[in-house]
């Protein structure tokens, strides 16, 4: 993989954007890495690269100079690490669309967190009263 080919590919966060973010954020957990633009919170296939990426950098970081050399050593050629990642989704038998890259669509709006939704049966709409409400005070 090159430093401009997608790392996390549910994200789409680079190599060398995870790389400078250990870089410049000094990470010691992979967990940290999901602070670098949700890396590793999708599918979930990037994060054992992740992690030995962490690894290996956190031993001998690479420079600027290096890091094409230095990713082209440590991980797969892009179109093999992208068939893992369709063969793994595959495997999941219930894996949210989410997981293919979150967008605007798939989160859930503010609204449903605070009032529930009707999915849940939950809503404000749906006919319920609070105890409040039906006692009459
Ligand atoms: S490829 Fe990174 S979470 Fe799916």
Avoid at 10 to 18: E, G, L, M, Y
Avoid at 74 to 93: D, V
Wanted: aromatic share 4%.
């Amino acid at each position: 993989m090159q430093a401009d080919d997608e790392l996390c590919l549910c994200f789409h966060i680079s190599c060398r954007k995870v790389l400078n973010y250990i870089r410049i954020h000094r990470v010691k957990l992979p967990s940290q890495l999901a602070e670098c633009g949700g890396a590793g919170t999708g599918c979930g296939w990037c994060r054992k690269q992740m992690q030995r990426l962490l690894s290996e950098c956190q031993e001998s970081p690479p420079s600027a100079l290096e890091i094409e050399g230095w990713l082209e050593a440590r991980t797969p050629q892009k179109h093999k690490y992208s068939e893992g990642r369709a063969k793994y989704r595959a495997s999941l038998p219930n894996l949210p669309d989410s997981a293919a890259g979150a967008t605007s669509v798939d989160l859930p709006v503010e609204s449903d967190l605070l009032h529930g939704s009707e999915a849940d049966g939950t809503s404000e709409t749906d006919g319920a009263s609070t105890p409040d409400e039906s006692s009459g005070v």
